[in-house]
């Protein structure tokens, strides 16, 4: 048996001794032959009381030794572990999921999930027992764009809490410009956090790259609703960040290598993916999207592996890109 679950068995025939009216002020000695019936297996005095400072340590157990008695007892009457409101498998799940969360650290936001999480758990912390890491268990892709984190709390605020917020934003080669921002979604993309919401500068829904934020703070005025927002359709037909505001997506057609084909099956470029063909010449399939830059870098990021078929603009394009990459070996 693992040796936390060895632990928690401990801890649970210990906490039935302290709780039980009919024999109370259990000695150290009746409390190791209690666990070493129970466990069917001998433990010395010494981890009996490395246990009794661990459930102190980990569950906050009021446990007292009475003088008088010559005997341990809670000094809390109700207190009990088994009050513990999650099953232990639950309580791994949400210590392991701090790794997913850390995927936002460097904002307030994984502080305070990492706080909550640790009072649910009342302290009963997985990598406490085992002496292990979380990050051991599960790895996630680090954000390389750490600075733009701060920015996630505030407007996920201003979004749970429909507040206008003021945005001072710096586009690539772009002087500085304020925008008065109703915030409706945050995004992941290519390890960057982006916010989908309405503008004054414009007036309609627009994206921002927090990574270009430099300053946010909440504004006077009224949170703009655009009734035509959807989160799960905004970018329905995009592939990548950029939404095209009244455009409407294209069919596009590749061809793939059979070579490529197996990872083109299992890892779909795009949810509207459909198989046309799939023989001895390649894997065929069709996307119904925007024809935006990141489709552009992904299709030439297959290199040879893939053949734009339709629509003609897109296959020039892709054309003209491979013959400039090529210039720019010519006599080297």
């Not at 007292?64 to 572990?81: K, L, W």
Request: glycine share 6%; charged share 25%.
């Amino acid at each position: 048996m693992p040796a936390n679950k060895s632990a928690m068995r401990r801890y649970q025939v210990i906490d039935d001794c302290l709780r039980n009216t009919m024999r109370r002020y259990p000695s150290l000695g009746q409390l190791r032959e209690k666990v070493q019936y129970a466990l069917g297996t001998s433990i010395s005095e010494s981890m009996l009381n490395k246990d009794i400072a661990e459930m102190k340590a980990l569950f906050g157990a009021p446990i007292a030794f009475d003088r008088t008695r010559r005997g341990y007892y809670y000094s809390e009457e109700d207190f009990s572990i088994r009050k513990f409101p999650l099953r232990e498998d639950e309580v791994r799940a949400l210590d392991q999921s701090i790794a997913v969360l850390r995927q936002v650290k460097g904002s307030g936001l994984f502080s305070r999930f990492e706080n909550a999480i640790g009072k649910i758990i009342q302290g009963f912390r997985i990598s406490e027992i085992t002496g292990g890491d979380d990050r051991s268990y599960i790895q996630v892709e680090e954000p390389l764009m750490s600075d733009a984190n701060e920015w996630i709390e505030p407007i996920l605020e201003g979004i749970v809490d429909g507040k206008l917020l003021a945005i001072e934003y710096m586009g690539f080669g772009k002087e500085q410009k304020r925008h008065l921002f109703s915030p409706y979604l945050l995004r992941q993309y290519r390890n960057r956090w982006y916010a989908v919401g309405h503008s004054n500068r414009p007036d309609y829904t627009i994206v921002l790259a927090l990574d270009r934020i430099r300053k946010v703070q909440p504004a006077k005025g009224s949170f703009v609703r655009d009734p035509a927002f959807e989160p799960e359709a905004y970018f329905r037909h995009a592939y990548g960040i950029t939404h095209l505001r009244d455009a409407r997506p294209e069919t596009v057609r590749l061809l793939f290598t059979p070579e490529q084909a197996p990872y083109v099956r299992s890892q779909p470029l795009h949810h509207s993916q459909q198989i046309l063909s799939d023989d001895a010449r390649g894997l065929e399939v069709s996307l119904e999207v925007y024809v935006t830059p990141e489709l552009t870098m992904a299709i030439l990021g297959y290199g040879f592996g893939v053949r734009v078929l339709a629509p003609e603009t897109l296959a020039n394009q892709i054309r003209e890109t491979a013959r400039r990459m090529a210039d720019l070996y010519v006599g080297k």
